[in-house]
């Protein structure tokens, strides 16, 4: 399928060390596609489902060992400890690759190694990168399918080139104690192996585009963040976008497939999804950021997608999706997962594969759950019903306004905005959110996580916050910067914001800010909306209510002060200067 000498020697060099029986090209025909459906169907590793209701959806198990991200095997091996920085997990990558040749050798004897040329971002355009990902998995081929634009115009794309990133995938024996995710971002090259999980093995995804991606960025002058990226219909038409970041459990999936209440969407607005999980970010010609997401489909978290929280996501999955570890409705060979809806199946595999009954569930042990808690489903772009309709433009989309979020109970307003851009780095860098009584024994704890980035920064992440601080000088029109905080709580515990289409609500303000249309307060933190900034028509909320969800505790900010520092000390002697001044003009604001 190529001439290229540098792809072709790299795969001679790699089946030499892991042994396949065969070699086989991916081309992206929907035969080939086909072909492989059939072959992971009678070796068991896919289950058809029904195919009136879910047409050409299949159900798939890891192993029970293998079933989320590992943080804990994850490394940055970059040749000085102290570029992959105090958050990553470092090993020198000449030992690295030492430890994992031993791994990988003969780790695909018996089995077929599929090429997977793939394109992150539209084919052809100058945000986009190229990867191929060598692997032995049917499961990753036919992921990847969805999840990039792969086959052989990537390959006509690429021509003679030796600029695409180098992956290479083995599930060799799920081992583990020998699992390894590892990224040489000197090298351009991954290296995921003993895993069969997505998030781990779909090397297009957080090991491409966000880690290696954030190191190139630093590089080459713009930016990969772990962000959704969102377009609002205004009435007369125009289309104004966000990028938006947050932690898990924040509601990004459900912000970026919003729909719109009642009585806006009666006045003409709408929203499109660009992308829910990456964005891309260079300076466009005209002076503004522009984005693009780099991905072709959805890996989403299933179990709480129904309705009500997630309509769009919902009707995303009913076609051409693989759901992995949710429950099996043996019924009508069907999927089922808590939160789906309230009617548990009457007979049901369990993401185990062992029978399940509900009378044996207990909400509070996960346990007992039919579906994995983070059982996943990988579904194309092309399904959301409210998937912007130029989502292949080879342009991006610019960006009118980015927006931090995460979860805290009683420190930060509902929405507040940035002074400038260096705060609003610096808003980004304490991004923070509390643990629940559902996710931790202790509820409260603050757990920081930088732009949503923490687990994703390829490099090391002082030097991730002064390539942000360093792309405000550099570009001539930088979106403003904004936070928000859909779970401000009362009294007794209850959200006092009713979230999902509602936050509209702040979106909007926040474009009208961006546009320099909306008046506001400022406060120690920032600018929160001035009284009737927001549009409340139709909520049950009174003035005080209002009050608690943008007002200021000091003495809860300045606690909060102290942990930043913390934080920041913890990163190292690489911390831009900058964001501890500041931390320090905070403290002063909130002591006056």
């Known amino acids: 399928m190529t001439s290229n000498y540098h792809l072709k020697n790299w795969i001679n060099e790699t089946a030499a060390m892991t042994s396949p029986d065969r070699i086989v090209w991916i081309d992206g025909s929907a035969e080939q596609k086909k072909e492989l459906e059939e072959q992971a169907v009678k070796t068991g590793e896919l289950i058809r489902l029904n195919q009136e209701k879910y047409p050409g959806c299949f159900l798939h198990r890891t192993a029970v060992n293998d079933v989320a991200r590992v943080e804990g095997r994850t490394f940055i091996c970059t040749r000085k400890k102290e570029d992959a920085g105090n958050i990553n997990n470092w090993i020198d990558p000449e030992e690295c690759y030492a430890r994992l040749k031993k791994i990988f050798r003969g780790s695909m004897r018996g089995r077929t190694m599929y090429v997977i040329p793939y394109s992150m971002g539209p084919v052809g355009s100058e ?5 191929i990902e060598l ?32 992956g290479l995938h083995s599930k060799a024996e799920l081992d583990e104690n020998n699992r390894y995710i590892c990224h040489f971002p000197e090298d351009n090259t991954i290296w995921s192996v003993n895993s069969g999980y997505g998030g ?47 932690p898990s459990a924040c509601g990004k999936t459900n912000l970026a497939m919003l729909v719109p209440p009642d009585f806006l969407r009666k006045k003409g607005y709408r929203i499109y999804c660009v992308g829910d999980d990456i964005a891309w970010l260079r300076i466009g010609k005209d002076g503004r950021l522009w984005a693009v997401n780099p991905e072709n489909g959805f890996f989403g978290v299933a179990p709480g997608t129904n309705e009500k929280t997630n309509p769009n996501a919902l009707a995303t999955t ?18 089922w997962w808590e939160g789906l809806d309230d009617c548990p199946p009457e007979h049901c595999i369990d993401w185990r594969g062992n029978e399940w009954h509900y009378e044996n569930y207990r909400k509070d042990d996960k346990t007992t759950c039919a579906a994995h808690p983070n059982s996943r489903f990988t579904a194309p772009m092309e399904n959301c019903p409210c998937l912007t309709a130029d989502h292949e433009t080879t342009e991006g989309f610019p960006i009118s306004a980015i927006v931090f979020g995460g979860r805290r109970a009683k420190t930060a307003p509902l929405v507040y905005q940035s002074f400038n851009w260096q705060h609003g780095t610096f808003v980004g860098s304490i991004l923070a959110s509390e643990t629940t009584a559902a996710a931790s024994g202790q509820v409260g704890v603050v757990r920081r996580d930088p732009m949503a980035m923490r687990p994703f920064v390829g490099y090391n992440m002082g030097d991730y916050f002064a390539h942000w601080l360093e792309m405000g000088k550099k570009i001539p029109c930088p979106p403003p910067i904004f936070n928000v905080n859909w779970f401000r709580t009362d009294e007794n515990g209850h959200f006092i914001w009713p979230g999902f289409g509602d936050n509209l609500r702040v979106i909007l303000w926040i474009l009208e800010r961006a546009a320099g249309n909306a008046e506001a307060v400022r406060t120690p933190v920032g600018y929160v909306p001035a009284e009737g900034g927001i549009d409340l028509t139709g909520l049950k909320l009174k003035n005080d209510d209002v009050a608690k969800l943008l007002e200021i505790d000091r003495d809860a900010w300045l606690k909060d002060a102290e942990n930043i520092g913390e934080f920041y000390d913890m990163i190292g002697d690489r911390m831009p200067h900058e964001l501890y001044d500041e931390l320090d003009a905070l403290k002063k604001r909130l002591s006056e």
Not at 238 to 246: G, L, S, V
Not at 320 to 332: C, Q, R, S
Request: aromatic share 10%.
């Open 127 to 131: 945000f986009s990168k190229i990867g």
């Open 200 to 246: 781990n093995v779909l090397l297009g995804k957080k090991c491409f585009a966000l880690r290696i991606a954030s190191y190139l960025g630093r590089k080459e002058g713009w930016m990969a963040e772990h962000m959704l990226i969102l377009g609002i219909q205004y009435p007369d038409g125009e289309i104004k976008y966000i990028a938006a970041a947050f």
């Open 318 to 335: 009913v076609r051409n999706t693989i759901f992995t570890n949710v429950a099996l409705n043996t019924d009508d060979n069907t999927v």
């Open 135 to 166: 692997t032995d998995s049917i499961y990753v081929v036919l992921n990847m399918l969805i999840m990039t634009r792969a086959g052989k115009k990537v390959l006509d794309m690429l021509g003679d080139s030796p600029d695409f990133i180098k």
